[in-house]
T-cell receptor, first 112, second 118 residues
Framework: TQLLEQSPQFLSIQEGENLTVYCNSS?????LQWYRQEPGEGPVLLVT???GGEVKKLKRLTFQFGDARKDSSLHITAAQTGDTGLYLC????????????WGLGTSLAVNP | DAGVIQSPRHEVTEMGQEVTLRCKPI?????LFWYRQTMMRGLELLIY????????DSGMPEDRFSAKMPNASFSTLKIQPSEPRDSAVYFC????????????????FGPGTRLTVL
């Protein structure tokens, strides 16, 4: 059973388009992190959200934590080819002995 | 800092052989994690250490897998004997201790070892 569901699984868009990817769960998380992984590399942390309803911005990326702390979204404005990669969400769940729970990821391809 | 270092980057071996993956965490980090990543199952935590002590190995698939951390700057993940279904990318990650007791600290990942078992 996957506690964190990410959608869509794959996304291919043209440069300049906007997109939103989602990370959903029926469980409540203390915090949630978003990572980006490029081919041949390990995941790199983008942001951590902690408070329900929190919104964080990182240049063209906007992250939101749901009010109930069960879900999160990542919105990219005017996507660039450099945004290509696998976007992973990971939740800190109190019932999991402080281990992160990982989604399967959204594979994003931004075409020139 | 050089970040988390893993070796080898690629490993191709035959079924039944022993495989040893190596990791050097970031200096000063108290936690070390071993993950396995596949297309079907995503990123799976195998085991993690705190101050060189194994805390949770519930993710280790079976007795063929073992991990050690003899000191703060080195860890190994060994598979003996290896099987084709072990083929995956294995990541090591480290992070500093979060004294606040919440998992908000950054995990820093190494570049991974791509293992292929024929």
């Amino acid at each position: 059973t996957q506690l964190l569901e990410q959608s869509p699984q794959f996304l291919s868009i043209q440069e300049g388009e906007n997109l939103t990817v989602y990370c959903n769960s029926s469980s409540v998380f203390s915090s949630l992190q978003w990572y980006r992984q490029e081919p041949g590399e390990g995941p790199v942390l983008l942001v951590t959200v902690v408070t329900g309803g929190e919104v964080k911005k990182l240049k063209r990326l906007t992250f939101q934590f749901g009010d109930a702390r069960k879900d999160s979204s990542l919105h990219i404005t005017a996507a660039q080819t450099g945004d290509t990669g696998l976007y992973l969400c990971a939740g800190d769940w109190a019932g999991n002995n402080r281990k992160l729970i990982w989604g399967l990821g959204t594979s994003l391809a931004v075409n020139p | 800092d050089a970040g988390v270092i893993q070796s080898p980057r690629h490993e191709v071996t035959e079924m039944g052989q022993e495989v040893t993956l190596r990791c050097k965490p970031i200096s000063g980090h108290d936690y070390l994690f071993w993950y396995r990543q596949t297309m079907m199952r995503g990123l799976e935590l195998l085991i993690y250490f705190n101050n060189n002590v194994p805390i949770d190995d519930s993710g280790m698939p079976e007795d063929r897998f073992s991990a050690k951390m003899p000191n703060a700057s080195f860890s190994t993940l060994k598979i003996q004997p290896s099987e084709p279904r072990d083929s995956a990318v294995y990541f090591c990650a480290s992070r500093a201790d979060n004294l606040a007791g919440r998992g908000t600290d950054t995990q820093y990942f190494g570049p991974g070892t791509r293992l292929t078992v024929l």
